[in-house]
């Protein structure tokens, strides 16, 4: 399995980004996918995260209303979309399978590259 996180970069507080997340070496799917995050000095914080059927979600609080994730099964992409993005979005996302609304837990070596998200006046 392959995740290639892309979208990021430097925003101002109450813009919006999306971010994406291209697939390879499974079928995506009826996977459940998740999009996590990682601040200097702490561990990867799962943050939302979409159902096989896309038919259902899950949102940490902290970005409920504000983040959206969803799929496009053809393309083998998941996407999050960001919206009023705050200074403390500020992290390296990545995305990752996991069973929703769980999160998988995976050694360093198994994540993709991530994409830098910058919150920032």
């Known amino acids: 399995s392959q995740f290639v996180e892309s979208g990021g970069g430097l925003v101002r507080p109450g813009e919006s980004l999306t971010l994406s997340c291209t697939t390879s070496?499974?079928?995506?799917?009826?996977?459940?996918i998740g999009w996590f995050r990682q601040v200097p000095g702490k561990g990867r914080e799962g943050v939302l995260c979409?159902?096989?059927?896309?038919?259902?979600?899950h949102y940490i609080d902290s970005v409920q209303g504000r983040f959206t994730i969803s799929r496009d099964d053809a393309k083998n992409t998941v996407y999050l979309q960001m919206s009023r993005v705050k200074p403390e979005d500020s992290a390296i996302y990545y995305c990752?399978?996991?069973?929703?609304?769980?999160?998988?837990?995976?050694?360093?070596?198994?994540w993709g590259p991530g994409t830098q998200v910058t919150v920032s006046s």
């Open positions: 990752a399978s996991t069973p929703c609304p769980y999160w998988s837990d995976y050694p360093d070596d198994y």
């Open positions: 979409i159902s096989g059927s896309g038919e259902r979600t």
């Open positions: 070496g499974f079928t995506l799917r009826s996977t459940d």
